[in-house]
């Protein structure tokens, strides 16, 4: 037995990121955004060209409207006056052209990230096993695809425009600056490095803060999920006002923090102010006395102060990146999480592909489920042979349900093997493996749709004479007949156009529509009536003969007559045999059926 047979089902693990050393952490952008932007790269550097052309305007228009100043209005020169105003309103319009087309980039670019990021989070979702989706929480995880995403898709249409503006207009100005006057400059050095301060306590701050929101915004959904899933229960429990205080309690917790967060940028904005308008009221005061001791012209000075305005302008971009950072941080490191997620079932790197027969062999087989206490499932050992029905039975809690998520592999066996057709299935494709299997749940999900649709996820190339063979089967084609469009007929929000057996005789048409070589029904008949399941075992009966059925049960008169039945106790076989073999020798099973149907079924 290989060392792999030994892992168990854990929680999902941080996936190794190569290339990196341990624990060190990138940045927003060359981090986990840099996957997702590299296929856009060339959209990226038709914004970096378009927005380096609008910075160069913005930097060029100072030094005109000094020309136009000194030469032209100061000097009373007419044709220089019209001359450099047509220069300066083709400069403007071409500006404003290069904005709206650089935006327009940034912000096709930022949605097709924010779309491909949500792409990638759910298809890693997807192969989370139950274990991995509880350590997320299915609330959170529905947080991290929506509001995580649209934070880092915003942050991201930011960065495409201010970054890369920001940058090229501050340092360009701070040339153009030192050219014009060097004295006058010196105001500069101490005006952006107390703006650099006071955007880094900022960040510094509030970041920790946006990760407490993110995190308050899940608990947030996972209240309201519960209460909208669970208002029967609420009502009926007379629990309105005892969840109304839970949903404030969530509220209340949020709005702590955000608070605190948004404190920080209320203290920080007037501050940056304050320091803006000073190093301006510094350079017109400094200025205007070089401008009267004629040291210096006027039209200089004002475009020294245009300037210093783009100066000023470039690190507001950066305190709006500032303000956006945090939170967008905040949520990409929880999208990371998801993405970085090792899946504790993966498909092996060179999967086997069996001859499929159906025949299913459990060879000391344990499962623990993670943060649980005892083992679900102790050494089981046990074959289901094709052509056979094995019936599983046990008290709540016994592992029956664990025992078929084994063989899909919907859970991962922490000892010993489980082979499907010869093979253990952790040599197999795991989507090609659940391929041969049909499996009915114990709670019937059915998606919104029509009957068909969700008919056809069990074989979406079914024809509609196929779909109603498998309704017949399942003792389902009266009902779907008689409603108002058949087969098309659309299934409300939450199910609620339908009963639980009729949910439940869908669910086993979609596996019949499957014509797989295993099926496996995990105590799917008990919301049917006695008359119907009977109709029902002997049309499935005939629909999987030479198939290998195993069903999960708790009344032992429904399986009485299976081929071979399976008593679980605390995880483990108590007993396997028929039912008159397990009445005489397995005391677990004779309890049970005198617990069930009395001592007449002694007999």
């Not at 499962?367 to 083992?375: L, N």
Request: hydrophobic share 50%; proline share 5%; glycine share 10%.
């Amino acid at each position: 037995m290989t060392a792999a047979r030994g892992t168990v089902a854990n929680p999902v693990r941080p996936a190794p990121r190569p290339g990196l050393p341990p624990r060190r952490r990138r940045g927003l952008l060359a981090g986990p955004l840099w996957p997702f932007l590299r296929p856009y790269s060339g959209q990226v550097a038709v914004i970096a060209a378009l927005l380096a052309i609008q910075g160069a305007g913005n930097l060029y228009l100072p030094r005109v409207n000094a020309d136009l100043i000194d030469n032209g209005i100061t000097a009373g020169d007419a044709s220089n006056i019209w001359g450099t105003g047509w220069v300066m309103l083709a400069i403007t319009v071409g500006q404003c052209v290069i904005a709206i087309c650089a935006l327009y980039w940034a912000a096709r670019a930022s949605a097709n990230i924010g779309k491909d990021l949500r792409a990638a989070v759910y298809a890693r979702v997807q192969e989370f096993t139950s274990g991995d989706l509880t350590r997320f929480g299915a609330a959170s995880l529905i947080t991290r695809n929506t509001n995580d995403v649209q934070q880092v898709q915003l942050f991201t249409q930011m960065a495409l425009t201010l970054l890369v503006l920001a940058p090229i207009i501050c340092v360009g100005g701070l040339i153009a600056a030192v050219q014009l006057n060097a004295a006058l400059s010196a105001l500069l050095a101490v005006a952006i490095p107390l703006v650099a301060a006071v955007t880094g306590w900022l960040v510094i701050t509030t970041t920790p803060l946006f990760r407490l929101v993110q995190a308050r915004i899940d608990r947030i959904t996972e209240v309201l999920r519960e209460q909208i899933t669970g208002v029967r229960v609420i009502r009926a429990f007379n629990q309105a006002r005892a969840e109304r205080q839970r949903l404030r309690a969530a509220s209340a917790d949020l709005l702590d923090v955000a608070l605190r967060a948004n404190r920080a940028l209320v203290l920080a904005t007037p501050a940056l102010t304050a320091i803006l308008n000073l190093a301006c009221v510094a350079v017109l005061w400094f200025g205007g006395m070089q401008v009267s001791r004629g040291s210096m012209p006027v039209g200089e000075l004002t475009a020294f102060l245009s300037y210093v305005l783009q100066i000023l302008l470039s690190v507001t971009m950066a305190l709006t990146m500032a303000i956006l950072a945090p939170r967008a941080i905040a949520s990409a490191e929880r999208i990371c999480q998801v993405l970085a997620a090792v899946p504790s079932v993966t498909g092996p790197a060179r999967p086997v592909t069996p001859v499929r027969t159906g025949e299913v062999r459990l060879t000391g087989a344990s499962y623990r489920y993670p943060g649980g206490g005892q083992p679900a499932l102790r050494d089981l050992t046990l074959v289901l042979a094709p052509g056979t029905t094995t019936a599983i039975v046990g008290g709540t809690g016994s592992g029956k349900s664990t025992l078929l998520g084994l063989i899909p592999r919907l859970l991962e066996a922490a000892g010993g093997e489980v082979r499907v057709d010869g093979t253990d299935v952790r040599a197999q494709d795991p989507q090609r493996l659940r391929a041969s299997i049909g499996l009915v749940p114990q709670e019937a999900f059915l998606f919104r749709g029509s009957v068909a649709t969700n008919l056809r996820l069990g074989r979406p190339e079914a024809t509609e004479e196929e779909l109603w063979a498998a309704l017949r089967v399942a003792q389902a084609s009266a009902f779907v007949a008689a409603l108002p469009g058949g087969l098309e007929t659309a299934i409300g929000k939450g199910e609620a156009s339908l009963s639980g057996g009729q949910r439940q005789r869908l669910a086993i048409a979609r596996a019949v529509l499957r014509r797989p070589r295993i099926y496996l029904f995990d105590d799917c008949f008990a919301a049917l009536d006695g008359a119907t399941e009977a109709r029902l075992r002997a049309a499935l009966a005939a629909a999987t003969a030479g198939a290998t059925v195993a069903v999960a049960a708790q009344r032992v008169s429904a399986v009485a007559g299976a081929d071979q039945i399976v008593v679980l106790d605390e995880g483990r076989i108590a007993g396997t045999g028929s039912h008159r073999q397990l009445l005489a020798h397995c005391a677990v099973y004779r309890e049970t059926v005198m617990a069930q149907v009395g001592g007449e079924a002694m007999a």
